[in-house]
């Protein structure tokens, strides 16, 4: 089964950048182009909701209207990582930060297969 998991979440102040990673393996039968990976995020008493997605296979990305234009999604430097820049973070930003995996091209939180177990993101004013 594939598994996820996510590093990179902290502590930041408004205004501050943020660099978010996440390693995935566990492609029993499958390798990592494919699938969608994607960045969601929950806070306190809200749902979940998508950041981005990126075809691992040719790396088109998907952008959600939730921080748009203040992210970044890419597939990393390390082998099969795919990376959350998050730029001029307010509050508001503050979340439980997950990342998922889809083999179907969806970049919606009901449609993805498997979920990492998060990292937290605190946003201070």
């Known amino acids: 089964e594939v598994q996820l998991v996510e590093s990179g979440g902290g502590l930041v102040q408004t205004g501050g950048s943020l660099t978010l990673s996440c390693e995935a393996s566990g492609f029993t039968g499958r390798t990592f182009e494919h699938y969608v990976i994607g960045w969601f995020r929950q806070a306190p008493g809200k749902e979940r909701e998508a950041i981005a997605c990126?075809?691992?296979?040719?790396?088109?990305?998907n952008y959600k209207d939730s921080a748009k234009g203040r992210v970044t999604i890419y597939i990393g430097d390390a082998k099969n990582t795919v990376s959350l820049r998050l730029n001029a973070l307010v509050p508001g930003d503050t979340a439980v930060y997950y990342c998922?995996?889809?083999?179907?091209?969806?970049?919606?939180?009901?449609?993805?297969?498997?979920w990492g177990k998060g990292t937290l993101v605190t946003v201070s004013s």
């Open positions: 990126i075809d691992t296979a040719g790396g088109v990305t």
């Open positions: 998922a995996a889809a083999l179907e091209r969806v970049c919606e939180p009901s449609g993805m297969d498997y």
